[in-house]
């Protein structure tokens, strides 16, 4: 039985299987027992199996936050963990592996209220040593211009994070572009997204959006593709990095 046929009958994606089974992201336990019963695992062994399954499912960091993280964001954080690369255009909010302390608290507060609130941007700000590790997460942003026009936090806070993100576009592993309210029209203007790959070429790409109470991972071929050609057409009519960089440290200094 092939990857295909297993996922299939397991009603699930042949990527999400395939991910399960190089143990980058846990089963549980009805999973394991689904997948015994396909495979014709009976008896002893069988439940032996599902004994460890219940055991020993691998824990990443950001399930020590299940308080306050939503059960369909830890997902999206588990293969944010995995991933080798990350594209993502946003709209309105700097994106969470590039917020600064004082900036994630203000959008919190924001959005979220007061609950959990130190919990929460350490959650956030503890994300984004992916793109500090080793084998760093290759991060590709194109923001609108929106997001740095628009004050968060206030002035001193916006200033520092407009600050931070543009010494974090001086890392090799990471490009972030403005897309200039000069340029019209473009092809993402409903919706923000984020293409997250990895290094196995076996596990493909998967793109994930967001709203206000959930998240949705797409990962059929032709969803996967056409994000991906747009993400290309943002990056040829945003700002080129070096400008991009220049651009924003400008915005910086001139903040009121």
Do not use: C
């Amino acid at each position: 039985m092939n990857l295909e046929q297993a996922a299939r009958q397991l009603d699930m994606s042949k990527s999400n299987l395939s991910r399960i089974e190089n143990a980058q992201i846990g089963i549980k336990p009805r999973d394991v027992r689904a997948a015994l019963a396909l495979y014709q695992v009976t008896g002893t062994d069988a439940e032996a199996l599902i004994d460890i399954a219940r055991g020993a499912q691998q824990r990443g960091w950001w399930q020590n936050y299940s308080d306050v993280l939503p059960v369909w964001f830890e997902f999206y954080v588990g293969l944010e963990a995995e991933a080798s690369a990350v594209w993502t255009y946003e709209a309105e909010t700097v994106p969470g592996l590039m917020q600064t302390e004082d900036y994630a608290r203000a959008v919190y507060r924001l959005t979220a209220g007061e609950d959990d609130l130190d919990r929460k941007v350490a959650a956030r700000i503890r994300r984004q040593e992916v793109l500090h590790r080793e084998n760093p997460v290759e991060l590709s942003a194109v923001l609108n211009e929106a997001v740095l026009l628009r004050s968060v936090g206030g002035p001193e806070v916006m200033s520092r994070q407009l600050d931070h993100l543009a010494d974090l576009s001086e890392l090799p592993n990471v490009t972030i572009q403005v897309l200039p309210f000069s340029v019209g029209g473009h092809p993402a203007m409903t919706t923000p997204y984020v293409i997250i790959s990895f290094p196995d070429a076996a596990d493909e790409p998967v793109v994930y959006l967001e709203n206000l109470t959930n998240g949705q991972a797409l990962e059929e071929q032709d969803h996967v593709l056409g994000y991906t050609l747009v993400h290309e057409r943002l990056r040829k009519m945003a700002l080129a990095p070096d400008e991009s960089t220049a651009w924003i440290r400008k915005a910086s200094r001139n903040r009121p």
